[in-house]
């Protein structure tokens, strides 16, 4: 059976962890989050390729089939090297412009936005991609590296985060946008608070549910047609499995949020 390592800078991932067993026929995967680390969106590019190289190196020792780097930062910072020096498959994430710019646009709304932690932002990846795709510069590009904090410490809907989401959009012209593309998967938690700032009917397209089908692809996997069994799934924090009730419990709890929301 297929073993699957996830990882991320912190709880973010869990988002792609959380689709993958809603989709996927019961592999079994190992998550890993670098807590010791987060946040990943405000540090150097080669910090990151360092900590990335030393999770694959773990969790490919742990078993793992096939890599899926389930942070939009990690894949723009390390992806290329990873690749280069494991020889297993490594699944990456993106901001998903391409399908976003595709979206018919409508009178007075055809601009997308891009959000995501400052190094995605940053970083020639994804500049790279919109060079490819968005000849009539219709992207604009927002960073938003509190909700990476707000989410590690379990604040989702609080008047902290709701205060900083105004204060971040408040030069935004929210009704100009087509699409909004949530390019951090820790922004997934909040993307009932992002809704209520948006016109209705604005598209919000992020890469979840395209990274799993990618690794269904892989590891020739049935999509699940009906919710699959329970997978077994380790735990790691930085290098130490996680066997506290407490934490796996917090891990539990934001399952359960995530399958309210999806
Ligand atoms: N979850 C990560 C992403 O998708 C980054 C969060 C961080 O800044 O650590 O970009």
Redesign the pocket.
């Known amino acids: 059976m297929a073993r699957i390592g996830f990882f ?3 709880v ?2 869990i988002t792609v962890l959380h689709e993958a067993m809603r989709m996927l026929e019961a592999p079994e995967y190992l998550y890993y989050m670098d807590t010791a ?7 150097t590019a080669e910090e990151i390729r360092a900590y990335a190289a030393d999770i694959v190196s773990f969790l490919r020792e742990k078993g793992a089939d096939l890599i899926v780097i ?7 910072a390390a992806a290329a090297a990873l690749r280069e020096r494991f020889d297993l498959p490594i699944v990456g ?1 993106e901001p998903a412009v391409k399908p976003a710019l595709a979206l018919t646009p409508e009178e007075g709304r055809d601009r997308v936005l891009v959000l ?2 400052p ?2 932002l940053r970083e020639q990846k994804l500049q790279d991609l919109i060079a490819r795709y968005d000849a009539a510069h219709r992207v604009d590009l927002l960073a938003l ?1 509190e909700l ?1 904090t707000f989410a590690e410490e379990g604040q989702f809907d609080t008047e902290a985060v709701r205060a900083y989401l105004c204060e971040s959009l408040r030069e935004t012209e929210t009704e100009r946008y087509r699409a909004v593309v949530p ?5 997934r938690y909040f993307l009932p608070l992002l809704k209520e700032r948006f016109p209705e009917g604005t598209a919000f397209i992020d890469g979840t549910e395209g990274t799993v089908r990618r690794i269904a692809e892989l590891l020739q996997l049935p999509l699940a047609e009906r919710a699959p069994a329970p997978a077994k799934v380790t735990y790691y924090d930085s290098g130490r499995e996680i066997t506290e009730e407490d934490e796996l419990r917090r891990i539990a709890a934001l399952q359960e949020q995530l399958g309210g929301l999806f």
Request: glycine share 16%; aromatic share 6%.
């Open positions: 991320d800078s912190g973010g991932g680390h987060v946040p990943y969106g405000t540090k389930a942070c939009n930062t990690a894949t723009s994430m995501a932690t190094l995605t590296p990476v390019g951090c998967t820790h922004f």
